[in-house]
């Protein structure tokens, strides 16, 4: 099992900059793609991007494609989500997911495992 530490969330103004990173324990991270989400309060758990176990291959959510970059270093077992041009609407909290097996964890149901999660707030 791997388990999973988010950090790098924060408060940011509408049209700032965060990065979050993603810690892995285990000898394996090189193993499996990963994934973010996020979740809003009242709100569905939902795909914001994902990482092929390379890095060669990423894919996002139309919601933040063009704003938000997801990669990765294998040497440190850590992947990252670097976020652009924020807006309100991005607040949420933000979890690092594990993809089950082989799969791309651009779904839930596609997750082997879950990070604790970080709090992203993006004020107008």
């Known amino acids: 099992q791997v388990q999973l530490v988010e950090s790098g969330g924060g408060l940011v103004q509408a049209g700032g900059s965060l990065r979050l990173s993603c810690a892995a324990s285990?000898?394996?991270?090189?193993?499996?793609?990963m994934g973010w989400f996020r979740q809003a309060p009242g709100k569905e758990r939902e795909f914001v991007a994902a990482i092929t176990r390379s890095g060669s291959n990423t894919y996002y959510a139309d919601s933040v494609k063009d704003r938000f970059i997801i990669s990765r270093d294998n040497a440190k077992n850590t992947v990252y989500l670097q976020m652009n041009s924020l807006k309100p609407e991005d607040t949420a909290v933000y979890y690092c997911?594990?993809?089950?097996?082989?799969?791309?964890?651009?779904?839930?149901?596609?997750?082997?495992?879950w990070g604790q999660g970080t709090q992203v707030t993006v004020s107008s």
């Open positions: 285990g000898r394996t991270f090189s193993t499996y793609a």
């Open positions: 997911a594990v993809g089950r097996g082989y799969y791309l964890p651009r779904e839930v149901t596609n997750v082997g495992s």
